[in-house]
């Protein structure tokens, strides 16, 4: 007799939720899946959908190997970039696509026996933005996230749209505040709350011309304040020799990652962000 396989794949769910700007939702949810599961929402880059950025890093594989499930949200609007100017997005419980966001970790938590307290956040690019976004406005549900190549939260707060057609590219070109007023962008985006933080790695490329290095030094200036770690030290050659890691307090909380000869965006390095996550060692 032979035996059946079963091979997991990337799956679209049409009713999660409240879903005020009608982005999409895939969930790869893999064929053995860990008790009490890991969700990790990933995020595509600028002007990509969820279908391409599936197939855009390996995390597929490692959730295999370690029976966790990627949410991957898609977005049709804007050009395909993600909503992170918007005062909903950027308010918690108000709406856009922040809301969409949340509603499919709640659906993947309650319909997999899923862990609400390791549920993580990655992206690149638009996507990074967007896990900033994510980490400001809902602290309360993603433990830690992993930006490649964004920006600060609310760092788009106003402006017209958050792609590079926008009439305004001052954030992208690295809008400055000091740490106190970056802080306060993430405070108002929840009122009140006083719970954990998210948890946070910053990566960009030094050579990042789209969206200036100087947006992740901005973005770090904003958590460190906000998780209350300082620079402790550099360390360079992790993973390779174009890297600079910058650690802040012990590491747990906050980590800078810049990458020599790099541009936009920067390599999505799958065993840094898992590790970080504390999904592996």
């Not at 390996?58 to 977005?75: E, R, V």
């Not at 938590?109 to 899923?114: D, F, I, S, V």
């Not at 862990?115 to 406005?137: E, F, I």
Request: charged content about 10%; hydrophobic content about 40%.
């Amino acid at each position: 007799m032979t035996a059946l396989s079963f091979a997991a794949s990337l799956v679209q769910v049409k009713d999660f939720g409240a879903n005020p700007t009608k982005i999409y939702m895939y969930i790869y949810v893999p064929d053995k899946l860990a008790t009490k599961p890991v969700v990790i929402v990933v995020m595509h880059p600028c002007g990509g959908s969820a279908t391409e950025w599936y197939s855009g890093t390996k995390l597929p594989s490692y959730a295999d190997t370690n029976g966790f499930i990627l949410i991957y949200p898609g977005t049709p609007n804007m050009n395909n970039y993600w909503d992170v100017n918007s005062a909903g997005s950027l308010t918690h419980g108000q709406g856009g696509d922040a809301v969409g966001i949340v509603n499919m970790v709640n659906y993947t938590l309650t319909k997999y026996n899923a862990n609400p307290a390791r549920v993580y956040a990655m992206g690149a690019s638009s996507g990074a933005m967007m896990t900033n976004v994510m980490a400001g406005s809902y602290p309360d549900v993603f433990e830690a996230g992993a930006a490649f190549s964004g920006v600060a939260h609310a760092c788009f707060a106003g402006a017209p749209s958050a792609t590079p057609l926008s009439s305004n590219q001052t954030c992208a070109q690295g809008l400055k505040h000091t740490p106190e007023e970056w802080a306060a962008f993430v405070h108002n985006s929840y009122p009140g709350y006083t719970g954990r933080r998210t948890r946070m790695m910053i990566v960009h490329g030094l050579a990042d011309t789209l969206v200036r290095p100087q947006c992740a030094i901005e973005a770090l200036k904003q958590w460190s304040t906000v998780l209350g770690v300082t620079a402790t030290k550099n360390i360079t050659g992790v993973p390779s020799a174009a890297y600079t890691q910058e650690i802040y307090g012990d590491g747990t909380k906050l980590q800078g990652m810049f990458v020599t000869g790099v541009g936009h965006f920067a390599p999505v390095n799958e065993p840094l962000i898992l590790n970080f996550f504390g999904i592996t060692s």
